[in-house]
């Protein structure tokens, strides 16, 4: 397992900027490069988009995909599962903590991280969904 697959690339830190994602966050990207800047040092330091009020998307913060989920749940009440499903994984979407079923699958996909992707597209469309209510 290699450790930068789990942090989310760059198109899915800026639309999660987009939606006001705003966490402390140890690596950044800086323009359009796909590798990371690291922001620890002697000290353990992180950013946050905040720190960075730039349009531009010059510097966008990195956050791990459980980080990510964890946001969702957090702000905006939406809680995710990924699960083996047959030969494959599908993933379910609990609405406002409501476990009393399975969620809406979603679809089924080869591997984890398919999944894992197809989820976060998800989520980021349910809540630009409800914002244009």
Known sequence: MKIENEFVDYNTALALKKLGFDEPCILLYRSLDTQPVCQIGYDFKTEK??????????????????????????????????????????FYIHKNRNYTNKGENYGMYITYKEAELECLKKLTEIINENKKD
Do not use: E, H
Request: charged residues 15%; aromatic residues 22%.
């Open 49 to 90: 988009n905040s720190d960075y009020n730039d349009v531009t998307n010059y510097w966008l913060t990195v956050p791990l995909f459980s980080q990510v989920f964890n946001w969702f749940r957090d702000k905006y009440d939406l809680d995710s599962t990924i699960a083996l499903v047959g030969n494959g994984y599908g």
